[in-house]
């Protein structure tokens, strides 16, 4: 495969470190990298195969001459960014829950699916990870015995928002086992020794976006 050119967007949240990572371990082909966050981590390093490489802020123009746009910075960025990254030719392979329910847009997990891909117009998808999860070991029962109802529990881990919602979970933690009060800045409930629906909205029969 020839060398791809790469963009991390999201790159300094603990998913796209991890998109650094699983790029090196398969040796994916990439012939650049650009890292995009928000202006605030614009400037950090990071690394990548051994080299440092500059933080930029994300900007419309960022994904001129990209051919693949790695997203993880939330559904309202990869919405606000989809149209410059369509439009300069580059395929956004989406980690939000921004496309997942939109029709014409793929929802891939390629150990399922991979061939549904290639009918992308400028977005992939992905689902979330209970999803990805729970399919892996279902499919192949799916195959053999149809299955037609799935009844599923999601007790979600803080780290499906990111760094600072972790960073809130050891301090909410802390704040309840020394007996203080604890406002979250992060989550709508503080997260210590507790539990709460997904932070996104309810419709209409109950069900919060997550679940859908």
């Known amino acids: 495969m020839a060398g791809k050119n790469v963009v991390i967007a999201g790159a300094s949240g603990a998913v796209g470190i991890e998109f ?23 400037g950090k390093k990071l690394k990548f195969q051994g080299e440092d490489i500059v933080i930029e802020e994300m900007t419309t123009s960022s994904f001129k001459g990209a051919d693949i746009a790695l997203f993880s910075a939330g559904s309202s960025v990869s919405k606000e960014f989809e149209k410059s990254v369509v439009d300069a030719g580059c395929v956004m392979i989406d980690n939000s829950s921004a496309f997942r ?20 117009q400028g977005v992939i998808a992905n689902p979330n990870c209970s999803t ?50 604890f406002t979250p800045q992060k989550m709508p409930y503080p997260y210590g020794f507790n539990l709460f629906s997904h932070n996104t909205a309810i419709d209409a029969a109950g069900y919060n976006e997550e679940e859908m």
């Open 101 to 120: 329910m939109r029709e014409g847009t793929p929802l891939v997990v390629p150990e399922i699916n991979p061939h549904d891909a290639q009918k992308h």
């Open 20 to 42: 650094m990572s699983v790029l090196e371990k398969m040796q994916f082909p990439v012939a650049s990298l650009r890292l995009l966050a928000t202006k605030r981590s614009a």
């Open 132 to 181: 990805i999860i729970l399919l892996m070991g279902v499919f192949p029962l799916h195959q053999k015995f149809p299955v037609r109802r799935l009844v599923v529990s999601t007790y979600q881990a803080a780290s499906g928002a990111g760094w600072a919602a972790m960073e809130e979970l050891k301090d909410s933690t802390r704040a309840v086992l020394d007996g203080k009060d």
